[in-house]
């Protein structure tokens, strides 16, 4: 029997433009990436997922309250983070938010956390970059000790350097089952998947640039550290960026103006070349971009999951400006096509 793989959708509410190329409010992006999630839920996808920024060019700073407006308005997909910045958040609060998302969902809140590929919420919430590692190392095992411990009759006891101890305290709401799903975002560091091992948590690899293939080192390296560790491995997942339209060219021709917009605003303040259409299309036929007609689309996330042997894939269908009618097309060819031929594909 092939293994299952579910299938799913993120975005980081990048702010798109209207008809007439102006970016449209914060707040009806906001609005628009509800409806997005009411649609993936409607349509039969597997898992929603919302990213925190504090940026203008991204209108989601709490994803948790987005999520918590999907989650009325829908009946199975499960809800998500993409990623939580947990380095710039306090853990405590991130497992209330989160618990009462599950709350609201009926169990179908899962929690992806991670130190973010962004800084700007280290200064804005009083925090030292110099203490990047420390703070995500510290906060994660506060987290962990939560999901561990916060529904026993003991309740949590912890103890770490940056904030007072925990001793025997309770944390509420308690979510429904005892505990969450909650996987380590990983964008590229080794450290990272021996952490996620050791924690007995499932790894989400966020492959944003090159072949997925150059991930299997990864994937080997989790499931050995977990071996020696002894903690029982678990679910493998992937986060890329995408986009479907009904045809190849149709998907590039559609995607690779707000893409370049996207990746080049990024690329200014870090150093990077503005991307020309070479890089995009190298892209698109070996690296990380699942852009094309559904049969194509199908076949490059079929490819990745029998390479990565992958339990989850999510596609980050937003794209800086892209309009909000082309996002929609998007996720209903997702899941009225992609879904189905991969589906299709995996139990060949």
Known sequence: MAKHLDLGLDTFGDVMADGEGRPLPHAQVLRNVVEQGVLADELGVDFFAVGEHHREDYAVSSPEVVLAAIAARTKRVRLGSAVTVLSS??????????????????GRAEVILGRGSFTESFPLF?????????????????????LRENASPGGV??????????VGQHVYPL???????????VGGSPESVVRAASYGLPLMLAIIGGSASRFKPYVELYHKAAAQLGTTPQAVGVHSPGYIADTDEQAKEEFFPAFKANRDRIGAERGWPPMGRDEFEREVSHGSLYLGSPETVALKIAHTAKTLELDHFDLKYSAGPLGHDKCLCCIELYGTKVIPLVREMLED
């Open 126 to 146: 009083g925090l030292d970059l110099k203490d990047y590692e420390t703070l995500f190392s510290e906060k994660l095992d506060l987290f962990t000790a939560l």
């Open 175 to 185: 979510p429904e089952s005892g505990t969450m799903k909650t996987w380590i975002g």
């Open 89 to 106: 958040d306090d853990p405590i609060r991130v497992y209330q938010r989160f618990a009462t998302v599950d709350a609201l969902s009926n």
């Open 157 to 166: 006891n912890w103890k770490g350097e940056l904030r007072p101890p925990l």
